[in-house]
């Protein structure tokens, strides 16, 4: 069945520094990709998204290619603030349509002044 | 525009009992989808409603049911409550089923169920 594997947290940076969060993936035929983004107290926002390999999602300065030679989708951000602490969850659809995502386990991200 | 909400945002059952979550869905969507997520994981899919039927559900038991209503609101219901079924319940619409937009959700707030 499908799976998504993502870094274990908290990880916590520094603001302005370099964020990569790793996640990668199992799944058979051609499952979109997602980033969704829990802030605290919030529900889960949709935070960018990728449909084919080698595409490139990307917002609010945030960034991640579908790599499907290593079934690869890692988030990436030049500079981070500390408004982007939260939980971020890695996801993938089933690539049959609908709206059945699978998710990984998130990481907590915690940016520090 | 309303977001999707989520009543009750909090609730403590006891074991067998049962219960129902409710769900407003985004104005102008008419999917919903429901999600389980455990402490410390990820939202897992239990099931999806489009234009008031079933459609793709997860690894659920039978006891975990649902419905959707012609304005899209929807309802959780939950039998023979488990330990096991605490956990925070998000209901996520979307505004149509499949094609470009497959995937993108907007998530409730959830519901919190503890299980005693």
């Known amino acids: 069945g499908n799976s998504v594997t993502q870094m274990e947290g908290p990880v916590t940076l520094s603001e302005e520094a370099f964020l990569t969060i790793n996640c990668t993936y199992t799944?058979?035929?051609?499952?979109?990709l997602f980033w969704y983004v829990q802030y605290p107290g919030e529900g889960l926002q949709l935070l960018l998204k990728?449909?084919?390999?080698?595409d490139k999602g990307s917002n609010k300065g945030f960034e991640a290619t579908y790599r499907k030679e290593t079934t690869s989708f890692h988030l990436e951000k030049g500079s981070v603030q500390v408004s982007d602490s939260a939980v971020y969850f890695c996801?993938?659809?089933?690539?049959?349509?609908?709206?059945?995502?699978?998710f990984g386990t998130g990481t907590q991200l915690k940016v520090e002044l | 525009e309303t977001g999707v909400t989520q009543s009750p945002t909090h609730l403590i059952k006891t074991r067998g009992q049962q219960v129902t979550l409710r769900c407003s869905s985004q104005?102008?969507?008419?999917?919903v989808s429901w999600y389980q997520q455990a402490l410390g994981q990820g939202p897992q899919f239990i099931f999806q409603?489009?234009?008031?039927?079933?459609?793709g559900r997860g690894n659920f038991p039978p006891r975990f049911s649902g419905l959707q209503f012609p304005n899209y609101s929807s309802e959780l219901n939950v039998n023979a409550l488990e330990l096991d079924d605490s956990a925070l319940y998000l209901c996520?619409?979307?505004?149509?089923?499949?094609?470009?937009?497959?995937?993108?959700?907007?998530f409730g707030e959830g519901s919190r169920l503890t299980v005693l």
């Open positions: 996520a619409s979307s505004p149509g089923f499949g094609g470009i937009k497959a995937g993108e959700l907007f």
């Open positions: 799944a058979t035929g051609y499952p979109s």
């Open positions: 409603y489009y234009r008031e039927e079933e459609n």
């Open positions: 996801a993938l659809s089933d690539g049959g349509g609908g709206n059945k995502l699978t």
């Open positions: 990728a449909t084919k390999a080698d």
């Open positions: 104005s102008g969507h008419n999917t």
